[in-house]
């Protein structure tokens, strides 16, 4: 609990790409943070919060002032071939989580979850500006287990009085992200041609539009939600503005040190039922103050950066 007006965070996937990256967002801002996960570091404890007894005990024995529930297996492609994990991971882990504040906090602790973009589904012309209040028609096993997550958690923000508020997060990157994202894919096969380790980058559809930001400017929207939002609502995060696959990849075969031969690989050209998606964040920064602080270029920059860093 709050010590000395110090706030305490609990962060679920901690270790995660996001999760390093809130943790650090925290810090700066004067939060303690514990983390958990499936790994032991200075500030992570080992948690498996598909077990109801090790999630009860962190939160028992943490009595956190505000958890950031980031676990998920985020991965879409993954979500097909393991579809009971994936409601497990992002479904089962957040009701246990859920649970174990009804139980020994209440209404004392505030909770944000985190949601996807993808919950929205086929926009068709609508992802010209995606605002909260459209329907939402997710079509994946990732993004339907998403939409069970929001919906359980607005069951326990209403009938129990937990103060829990949700996210819908576009696509965001930075330096650390996995390769099986867009940003990183490229990167990761810009670096290879660098290098001599394969002579062309293969690619798929150019044409659609997607809204990226930065994954600093994720995290802080996040705490922002966690000191500002309203319990029981859900917030778009993204950036409100849109680039085309084709645009990304000039700009990074740009910054390329070689000539970079690009071929599309027909296995990889799937049409879009969406060709633009563009987050509409006017709730969020209505209720924040928030606004992107980070450029399209700096995600580019940072990620060419990291995977130039990896032997």
Known sequence: MMKDGIMKALVTGSEGFAGKYLVNELITNGYSVVGADLSETAITRYVDLLDTIQTKKIIDEEKPDCIFHLVALADVGKSWKNPQLTVELNVVAAINVLEAVRQTMGNKTRIVVIGSSDQYGKLGNNGLSVTEDMDMKPVTPYAIAKRAQEEISRLYANNYGLQICMTRSFNHGGAGQKTG???????????????????????GNLAARRDFTHIKDIVRAYRLIAEKGVSGEVYNVGSGQTHSVQEILNLMKERALCEIPVRQDPSRMRPSDTPVVCCNHDKLTHATGWEPQ????DILEDTLTYYRSID
């Not at 290098?195 to 062309?200: K, L, M, T, V, Y």
Request: hydrophobic share 45%.
């Open 294 to 297: 980070y450029s399209l270029s």
């Open 181 to 203: 994202f867009l940003i990183p894919d490229f990167a990761n096969g810009i670096v290879k041609v660098e290098r001599g380790d394969q002579r062309e980058l293969l690619v």
